[in-house]
């Protein structure tokens, strides 16, 4: 799987829900900048298993897409 392709599930998904990376963050116990972060800066690298488990849940899409 390609490095970028966490991030474009998760630019996808919020797109979809309209919301964004702030309150997403935020709604699952993160800092309101983590995933701006993730997505923009790429930091964290990758996302650690209780970040992955919880976004993915709150997004609708599967964990192993978050890889």
């Known amino acids: ?3 970028d ?3 474009r599930v998760i630019e ?7 919301e964004p990376a702030e ?5 699952i116990g993160l800092p ?3 995933l701006r972060l993730y ?3 790429r930091l964290p690298r990758a996302l650690p298993a209780r970040v992955r488990r919880r976004l993915a849940s709150y ?9």
């Open 59 to 67: 997004l609708g899409v599967p964990e192993s897409a978050l890889r």
């Open 39 to 41: 997505l923009e800066h």
């Open 12 to 18: 996808t998904a919020l797109d979809e829900l309209d």
């Open 23 to 27: 309150m997403v963050s935020a709604a």
């Open 5 to 7: 392709t966490p991030r």
């Open 1 to 3: 799987m390609h490095d």
């Open 32 to 34: 309101p900048s983590y």
